[in-house]
């Protein structure tokens, strides 16, 4: 049994391990490729020893899926920045938060086994998370094209709404598991909608209006966008009541209309969705070379290495997936998301396995989540949506959204423990030979 739960995490460590070992063939750098993939597999190895130390009846394919994702990313931002000026340190910049998300999952794991006492510091986690998105307005935080959604701390730069999106669903989902029959009953009709007594959709309307309205100030739209859809469909799943969907899309209809109007640079990126062309070497530049990487991957790809994904500015971030598809083909992509649907299918079962309200909705908040990021910037690079500016969770160069991403493995990780814990201890009666 322990052989078999052992087999996932060996595959994913042998496939970044090949990916390591064609870079040494490829771009004839014998040491660092063996140090990166050495240290890279010690450090996930370790990590997943400890988590079934700590964690035996969890879900086996989690961190195998997190291991894999990550150490894609991480051969890719070394194959994309290897002997390039200025960007040759970024793999070990990502090396080094890969380490910090690794000891991020186990702190996690150490303090929240019994995570349930997070909802009783529910309204806290709101106030934290509001808090987090404020901080960018203060002298800390400063405007990367043209969003202000960084802070620096000393030496140390992050996205404070990366973990602001972690506390609001761990606040809506404590919310709405204790309020879910409240919130589903009707006391007033507006416009052919019901909706319930104030005092209960109150908090819930306070804090995602508050959240979205920082969002806007800072004009981080992707952020917004995921702030907006999250709350709107834990609250569907906690009360069945499609009115707050439909309300909810016109809401966000309107809203990305007034956004196009007031923000120049989402008008720059609607141009560049409808007609790239208008404008190649300049607002449509990034989507073409996009566009071009993808084509000339073809089925199987240019090889390893054998790409042209450097023409894409900071490649290694929001169009690193342009990459995969260049050098491994539509068969290495379409691998990379089968990886990313396992990961949301695993977490989807978790949160239908979970033996309580509040930890189905953080479970489920928390997946879908990582579903809507993953969706929205395959669905930017590729043209099908206007490119937003959010990572790729896991595979992307970025510290914050990496440590953030291993946060949410590890409470996808502590509540399966529990409910596989359940599960284990559940005595069968179904009939059988002996």
Same mark, same amino acid.
């Given at each position: ?9 060996? =595959? ?9 070992? +064609? ?43 997190? /291991? ?11 194959? =994309? ?54 901080? +960018? ?75 979205? *309205? ?20 834990? =609250? ?20 990305? $209309? ?40 073809? =089925? /199987? ?53 979970? $033996? ?17 990021? /993953? ?12 490119? +937003?500016?959010? /990572? ?11 440590? *953030? ?20 201890? $559940? ?8």
């Amino acid at each position: 049994m322990a052989q078999r739960a052992t087999m996932p995490m060996i =595959l994913a460590l042998a496939i970044c391990t090949l990916g390591f070992a +064609t870079l040494i063939f490829v771009q004839e750098a014998t040491s660092p490729p063996l140090i990166y993939g050495a240290y890279y597999a010690g450090t996930l190895f370790a990590l997943y020893l400890a988590v079934r130390l700590w964690l035996p009846n969890s879900d086996i394919l989690i961190l195998p899926l997190v /291991t894999m994702l990550t150490g894609i990313g991480l051969v890719m931002i070394f194959r =994309l920045t290897y002997d390039v000026p200025d960007a040759e340190g970024l793999a070990i910049t990502q090396a080094v938060w890969i380490l910090a998300g690794s000891g991020a999952l186990l702190l996690t794991v150490l303090l929240f086994r019994n995570y349930h006492r997070l909802f009783d510091y529910k309204y806290l986690f709101a106030f934290a998370a509001l808090f987090l998105i404020c901080i +960018t307005f203060t002298p800390l935080g400063y405007e990367v094209n043209g969003a202000r959604l960084w802070v620096q701390i000393g030496p140390v730069n992050f996205q404070p709404s990366e973990f602001a999106r972690i506390a609001l669903i761990i606040f809506f989902a404590g919310y709405l598991a204790e309020k879910r029959d409240l919130l589903a009953a009707t006391s007033r009709t507006f416009m052919g909608i019901q909706f319930p007594a104030i005092k209960y959709f109150g908090p819930v309307a306070l804090v995602w209006a508050a959240s979205l *309205g920082l969002l806007t100030f800072e004009k981080d739209l992707g952020s917004s966008l995921l702030f907006f859809a999250i709350p709107l469909l834990m =609250l569907y799943v906690a009360t069945g009541r499609i009115a707050y969907v439909i309300l909810g899309s016109g809401m966000f209809a309107v809203g990305a $209309t007034i956004a196009y109007f007031l923000f120049s640079h989402v008008q720059v990126r609607v141009r560049a969705w409808i007609d790239p062309w208008q404008d190649p070497d300049g607002e449509g530049f990034q989507i073409l070379q996009s566009l071009f990487n993808i084509a000339d991957g073809g =089925l /199987t790809g240019t090889g390893l290495g054998a790409g042209f994904a450097q023409t894409i500015p900071e490649v290694q971030t929001d169009f690193i997936f342009s990459a995969i598809a260049s050098e491994l083909g539509l068969l290495g992509g379409t691998a990379v998301l089968l990886a990313f649907l396992v990961f949301v299918y695993r977490g989807i079962k978790i949160s239908l396995m979970a $033996t309580d309200d509040s930890s189905k909705l953080l479970a489920y908040g928390l997946t879908t989540m990582f579903a809507i990021q /993953t969706l929205v910037i395959i669905g930017g690079i590729t043209k099908a949506i206007p490119l +937003t500016g959010i /990572t790729l969770p896991f595979i992307s160069y970025g510290g914050s959204s990496i440590i *953030g991403n291993f946060i949410i493995a590890g409470i996808l990780l502590v509540i399966s423990e529990k409910a596989g814990k359940k599960e284990r201890e $559940t005595p069968s009666y179904g009939g059988g030979s002996g």
